[in-house]
């Protein structure tokens, strides 16, 4: 799958192509709908697809200081859309200049002058152009005047997640904030995954006898509430069944909120300075403090026994 930054990556040379835009932040399953009929459209025509998004989020350009949790990387969005089957992603630098192009410009620009999209695959809620004043209707309109279709799918997948709400990345960020991964899992179609590298805590983890990977996260992402969970940590190809800590560790007064995901049954793993990824698969139980470090060891015992029994509970139902 090629990549692109920016309208100059894209080959001069580059022909007609089925396009999809929009933010796709975790590609969750609603998304896959309308990228994976982009992708299915792009076949019968013949010409490659083409997912367009864009960084930063828009909304952090419009109104500063208000960036979503992001509930994957741009790097981990392409991984997925390649997954899917798509031929090219193209991740436009959202600036203050890029937000005043009205829908027309924004066609004109990106759409016909170097994508030559032939078909246009989108949500019905779709918006685009300064102000967001475009949508699938004024994009057909301009369709008619640069030769491509537009094709709407319906995203808005239902389930048991959200007391059956339409699936949409900002039910998953409130769920996710809720520490209902689970129910986040069914959105995404997948665990949610949190990604960094891996730093020097305190250490404490070590003296206990459970060291764990301390991951330093990517900025903006969404992190589960606090608490621990089971789910895997992914460290040099290999994922490793995993307790899960989320918070500021009440237990010696911490203040600094981190992730810390102790690799169950492992021994002598030194992972300092790798970039990892955690996979959240379930909830444990919430942050607490307790009496003693012997309450402490002893919960944490238990946490990691729940943990392994839900991931091999997990890996035995696939």
Do not use: C
Request: glycine share 10%; aromatic share 8%; hydrophobic share 40%.
């Amino acid at each position: 799958m090629q990549r692109w930054r920016g309208l100059e990556d894209i080959p001069q040379d580059w022909g007609r192509s089925v396009v999809t835009i929009g933010s796709y932040d975790g590609v969750h399953r609603g998304h896959q709908l309308i990228i994976g009929r982009a992708v299915q459209r792009a076949r019968e025509l013949g010409v490659p697809s083409v997912v367009v998004t864009f960084d930063p989020h828009p909304s952090e350009v419009v109104r500063p200081g208000s960036h979503p949790p992001l509930l994957a990387a741009h790097h981990r969005r392409a991984e997925l859309m390649a997954e899917l089957g798509v031929d090219a992603v193209l991740v436009l630098p959202f600036t203050t200049e890029f937000s005043q192009l009205s829908p027309a410009e924004f066609v004109a620009k990106a759409l016909v002058d170097k994508l030559h999209a032939k078909t246009v695959v989108e949500g019905p809620n779709f918006r685009f152009g300064h102000r967001a004043a475009g949508n699938v209707r004024v994009l057909a309109d301009l369709g008619k005047t640069y030769d491509y279709e537009v094709e709407v799918v319906d995203l808005f997948v239902h389930g048991e997640a959200g007391g059956g709400e339409p699936f949409s990345s900002t039910l998953v960020r409130r769920l996710i904030a809720a520490g209902d991964v689970a129910g986040a899992a069914e959105i995404l179609g997948r665990p949610h995954r949190v990604e960094g590298v891996v730093v020097r805590g305190a250490q404490r983890g070590r003296e206990l006898g459970f060291p764990t990977a301390n991951v330093e996260t990517l900025p903006h992402t969404a992190i589960p509430a606090d608490g621990v969970y089971a789910g895997w940590l992914l460290a040099q190809g290999e994922a490793m069944p995993a307790a899960i800590s989320v918070g500021t560790n009440p237990q010696f007064d911490g203040t600094e909120r981190t992730v810390e995901a102790y690799a169950i049954d492992r021994v002598g793993l030194e992972l300092y300075g790798l970039h990892v990824a955690v996979d959240f698969l379930s909830f444990v139980r919430g942050q607490a403090r307790f009496d003693s470090v012997e309450e402490l060891l002893e919960a944490i015992g238990d946490d990691v026994k729940r943990s392994r029994e839900l991931v091999e509970a997990y890996d035995t139902a696939r």
